[in-house]
C-alpha cells in the first residue's frame, strides 16, 4: 500500500516574509489522517484555521495567497512544494503572522526541516486525483494543461528578454520522484530584477526581498556573488513553484502537466478547472491488492525519510 504520511514530531523555524517583511513563526505539527494540509493563524482571535483549497486563492500577484474564515496566508507555494515533493499529506501549519517565511527562496530550508524529525507512515492509502482527459488553460500567448498520465511527470517552458535568462537552459523535463525533487528542484532560487523593486515596494511586495533570498538581476547579469546554484535555475523554480500551486488541491496529483510561462495566476486557472470539471479525474489508492507503477512508487514517500 502506498500509505498517507505525516511528521513524526513537531518542528519550528523563523524567517521574513518575502513581501510583508515582518518575522514570522512558522510550526509545523503531526496531523492524523485524512487531515489533509491545515493552516492556523495563531495571532488572531479564536485562532481561525482552513484547509489547502484550490478556491480559496484570493491573490496570485507575485506569490499563491489564500484565504478563508477570516484569515490570509501568503506567500505558501515553497512550503507546499516541499510537501508535495516529500509526500507529506496531513499537516497542521501554524504562524503567527499573514505569510510564509521566504528562508533562502527556495523550498530547501522546508525539506532540511521536515528531513530532520522525518516522516510517519499512517494507516491508510494516499489518494491521488487521476485526470482523465486534457484540461487546458490560456491567456493570452501563456497557457497550461494536465493530460493524462499514469504517473506525475512535468514541462515548463520560460521566455524572458533578458541575457541571464536567455543564456540558462529554458525549458525543463520532470519525472516527478521524491529523489529527483530533492536533488534537481528544491534548491532553486525565486528570481525578480532590480528595475522592478521600486514599483514592487510601492505596492507592498517585495518588502523583505534581498540578495540572500532571492536572485536579482540588473540589466545584463545575476547580482549575486554567488551565482546560480544551477545552470537552469530559473526555469527550476518555476517548476518548484508549479509543484507547490498544484499541491493546494490537498492531494498529489496523476498527470502529465504542460506549461508555457505560466504563474501563479495560471496554475490556479488549471487546477480550478481540473476540480470544476468531475467528469475530468477520479480518485485513486494504492492498496496492497494493488499492482503500483513505478513511476507512482518513486514519486512517493519511502523509508529514507521514516524514522
Known sequence: MISQHTLRSTVHTRGVGLHGGRKVNLTLRPAPVNTGILFRRVDLPEKP?????????????MCSALEANGAKVATVEHLMSALAGLAVD???????????????????????????????????????????????????????????YEGYRLAFHIDFDHPALQQSG???????????????ISRARTFGFMRDVEYLRAHGLALGGTLDNAIVMDE???????????????????????????YLAGHPILAEFDAYKSGHGLNNQLLCALMDQPEAWEWASFTDKDPVPEVIRAGAATGVLER
Not at 484555521?49 to 500577484?61: A, K, L, M, S
Not at 521566504?102 to 524529525?117: E, K, W
Request: proline content about 5%; hydrophobic content about 40%.
Open 220 to 246: 545584463f547579469s545575476v547580482l549575486n556573488t554567488e551565482g546560480l546554484r544551477y545552470a537552469d535555475e530559473f526555469v527550476k523554480h518555476k517548476v518548484l513553484d508549479a509543484l507547490g500551486d498544484l
Open 90 to 148: 496531513n499537516l497542521l501549519i501554524e504562524l503567527d503572522g499573514p505569510e510564509i517565511p521566504i528562508m533562502d527562496g527556495s523550498s530547501a530550508p522546508f525539506v532540511y526541516l521536515i528531513q530532520g524529525v522525518g516522516l510517519e507512515a499512517q494507516a491508510a492509502p494516499r489518494r491521488y486525483m487521476r485526470v482523465l482527459r486534457t484540461v487546458r488553460v490560456e491567456d493570452g500567448d501563456k497557457w497550461a494543461e494536465f493530460r493524462p
Open 170 to 184: 529554458n525549458t525543463l523535463h520532470l519525472e516527478f520522484s521524491r529523489a529527483e525533487y530533492i536533488r534537481e
Open 49 to 61: 484555521e482552513f484547509q489547502v483549497e484550490p478556491h480559496r486563492v484570493t491573490d496570485t500577484r
